[in-house]
């Protein structure tokens, strides 16, 4: 920390060098960083003599490399106007933070309003994202860094998918919170605190319901009256993340009344998103919430009446602690148990026509799901899984929505995120085979859909309309 001084300066550009005497070529003492700050002792002729407290040195730097204020509450309109330019600014977080600390010295322990805290908490978490791309050439982020590690802004490590993330602890949105923020400000510091991004990878089943349901506690506690339309969609959509999440945990806890509440929520989310408002940046954070609103509504449906004259039967029994097994039994016997740690949703079953299958949806991730397609033949049976893409599991489902009357054919719909599009298709499958025979990416137009698609599936289901990124019901005429 820097002594209680009279004037000080803070480096504004970048590349700045602290000399040991006043000329050019004088001898390099240490490189400065954007945000630093300097002890004034003196000027002359355009050349400021400094001394530096962090590196413990003095030295000189050039006049227009620094700007300089007095330690005290004179300097905090000048202050607050920077901070005011600087906290939307990309590539400047740095520069912002020293003026935010600057701003708190001067303001010597009188209460700092929750737009200093806002900005703060907006620049961390924007330097952080800066730290956590894949590859840059950002030649001042380690510097910045360091500036931001000056001043006590404190980021967590989190290792996921051999790589490490960069997430700020998130000490200045709780400051917003706690300092009764306007609108917009405290969304965006529950939107910051409530990140999934940030979740250590090694936290257990229990810690993760934890955690979200106190995720889900602190969104309903969000009003979004005077809020910017486009940030309260965000604020919807990550109600819908945290609420589909706990669909599964609850489901996976064999509480069957409280998943269905989580899934009621998650649909009820997804509806109050003003797609109009939607921002550009949002739009594939609106297709994964739509994706995950179409797992949560498992909790909601009905099992559906067998085909007339069916004499196939699905059997849930549980295996080991954890496990739910399933077996089928028909015509031909009964099916070799197929057991799993995942979330099977029994309402999900379908059998097909003539008792040629049976298909469930089994959910082993929160946000991702398989369709079990189980069928008899001439030695037994035989049990595939479809995935909703050929990838790592992530965000995405898999469901059948209808077949046709013969039960040779099934309609299947897969969505899975991407980078940077979604995948979406709407397949007509081989039921002996599971070969394509037909594909489209919207369901409009398809002809074994508006043909064979099942009322349930078309009533319920929230895949795109078509083309363009609204999403809804789908349109299909039977």
Same mark, same amino acid.
């Given at each position: 920390?820097?002594?209680?001084?009279?004037?000080?300066?803070?480096?504004?550009?970048?590349?700045?060098?602290?000399?040991?005497?006043?000329?050019?070529?004088?001898?390099?003492?240490?490189?400065?960083?954007?945000?630093?700050?300097?002890?004034?002792?003196?000027?002359?002729?355009?050349?400021?003599?400094?001394?530096?407290?962090?590196?413990?040195?003095?030295?000189?730097?050039?006049?227009?490399?620094?700007?300089?204020?007095?330690?005290?509450?004179?300097?905090?309109?000048?202050?607050?106007?920077?901070?005011?330019?600087?906290?939307?600014?990309?590539?400047?977080?740095?520069?912002?933070?020293?003026?935010?600390?600057?701003?708190?010295?001067?303001?010597?322990?009188?209460?700092?309003?929750?737009?200093?805290?806002?900005?703060?908490?907006?620049?961390?978490?924007?330097?952080?994202?800066?730290?956590?791309?894949?590859?840059?050439?950002?030649?001042?982020?380690?510097?910045?860094?360091?500036?931001?590690?000056?001043?006590?802004?404190?980021?967590?490590?989190?290792?996921?998918?051999?790589?490490?993330?960069?997430?700020?602890?998130? *000490?200045? %949105?709780?400051?917003?919170?706690? $300092?009764? @923020?306007?609108? #917009?400000?405290? =969304?965006? +510091?529950?939107? /910051?605190?409530?990140?999934?991004?940030?979740?250590?990878?090694?936290?257990?089943?229990?810690?993760?319901?934890?955690?979200?349901?106190?995720?889900?506690?602190?969104?309903?506690?969000?009003?979004?009256?005077?809020?910017?339309?486009?940030?309260?969609?965000?604020?919807?959509?990550?109600?819908? *993340?945290? %609420?589909?999440?706990?669909?599964? $945990?609850? @489901?996976?806890? #064999?509480?069957? =009344?409280? +998943?269905?509440? /989580?899934?009621?929520?998650?649909?009820?989310?997804?509806?109050?998103?003003?797609?109009?408002?939607?921002?550009?940046?949002?739009?594939?954070?609106?297709?994964?919430?739509?994706?995950?609103?179409?797992?949560?509504?498992?909790?909601?449906?009905?099992?559906?009446?067998?085909?007339?004259?069916?004499?196939?039967?699905?059997?849930?029994?549980?295996?080991?602690?954890?496990?739910?097994?399933?077996?089928?039994?028909?015509?031909?016997?009964?099916?070799?148990?197929?057991?799993?740690?995942?979330?099977?949703?029994?309402?999900?079953?379908?059998?097909?026509?003539?008792?040629?299958?049976?298909?469930?949806?089994?959910?082993?991730?929160?946000?991702?799901?398989?369709?079990?397609?189980?069928?008899?033949?001439?030695?037994?049976?035989?049990?595939?899984?479809?995935?909703?893409?050929?990838?790592?599991?992530?965000?995405?489902?898999?469901?059948?929505?209808?077949?046709?009357?013969?039960?040779?054919?099934?309609?299947?719909?897969?969505?899975?995120?991407?980078?940077?599009?979604?995948?979406?298709?709407?397949?007509?499958?081989?039921?002996?085979?599971?070969?394509?025979?037909?594909?489209?990416?919207?369901?409009?137009?398809?002809?074994?859909?508006?043909?064979?698609?099942?009322?349930?599936?078309?009533?319920?289901?929230?895949?795109?309309?078509?083309?363009?990124?609204?999403?809804?019901?789908?349109?299909?005429?039977?």
């Amino acid at each position: 920390m820097l002594p209680a001084v009279l004037l000080v300066a803070i480096v504004v550009e970048p590349n700045v060098m602290l000399r040991a005497s006043p000329q050019d070529h004088a001898v390099r003492v240490a490189p400065l960083q954007r945000g630093d700050w300097l002890e004034v002792r003196g000027e002359r002729a355009g050349v400021v003599a400094v001394y530096d407290h962090a590196r413990e040195r003095p030295g000189y730097v050039r006049a227009h490399h620094v700007r300089t204020y007095p330690l005290d509450a004179t300097a905090l309109p000048a202050l607050d106007a920077v901070i005011t330019f600087l906290k939307d600014s990309p590539g400047q977080e740095a520069l912002g933070m020293g003026y935010v600390a600057l701003y708190l010295k001067a303001s010597a322990g009188a209460p700092v309003s929750a737009e200093i805290w806002d900005a703060l908490g907006g620049m961390a978490d924007r330097l952080a994202r800066r730290a956590s791309v894949k590859r840059t050439t950002d030649v001042t982020l380690a510097g910045d860094l360091d500036v931001a590690a000056r001043y006590g802004v404190r980021f967590v490590s989190v290792e996921a998918e051999g790589r490490t993330q960069l997430c700020y602890d998130g *000490e200045a %949105h709780r400051k917003t919170l706690a $300092a009764r @923020a306007a609108p #917009n400000a405290r =969304v965006r +510091a529950v939107l /910051a605190l409530t990140r999934e991004q940030c979740l250590p990878p090694n936290m257990t089943a229990t810690q993760q319901q934890t955690w979200n349901d106190w995720r889900a506690e602190v969104l309903s506690n969000m009003d979004t009256v005077d809020v910017t339309p486009w940030l309260a969609n965000r604020l919807w959509l990550r109600r819908v *993340e945290v %609420h589909s999440a706990r669909v599964f $945990a609850l @489901a996976r806890g #064999n509480n069957v =009344v409280a +998943a269905a509440a /989580a899934a009621e929520e998650t649909l009820n989310a997804l509806a109050r998103v003003q797609r109009a408002e939607l921002a550009d940046e949002d739009k594939q954070a609106l297709d994964g919430a739509s994706m995950r609103a179409s797992l949560a509504r498992m909790a909601l449906e009905t099992p559906t009446a067998k085909p007339a004259g069916s004499n196939m039967e699905v059997v849930f029994t549980a295996g080991e602690p954890g496990q739910t097994c399933v077996q089928v039994r028909g015509r031909n016997g009964a099916s070799p148990s197929q057991c799993t740690y995942a979330v099977v949703w029994p309402a999900s079953v379908q059998v097909l026509p003539q008792d040629r299958g049976v298909t469930l949806v089994v959910q082993p991730l929160a946000g991702w799901s398989e369709l079990w397609l189980a069928r008899p033949d001439d030695t037994g049976w035989k049990w595939d899984v479809l995935v909703p893409a050929a990838s790592s599991p992530g965000v995405g489902y898999v469901e059948m929505a209808g077949v046709s009357p013969d039960g040779k054919h099934l309609l299947v719909v897969r969505e899975a995120l991407g980078t940077p599009d979604v995948r979406r298709d709407f397949q007509q499958l081989n039921v002996e085979t599971l070969k394509v025979e037909h594909l489209a990416h919207e369901a409009a137009g398809f002809r074994p859909f508006r043909m064979w698609s099942s009322a349930r599936w078309r009533q319920g289901a929230l895949v795109s309309m078509g083309s363009g990124n609204t999403r809804g019901h789908t349109p299909l005429a039977p």
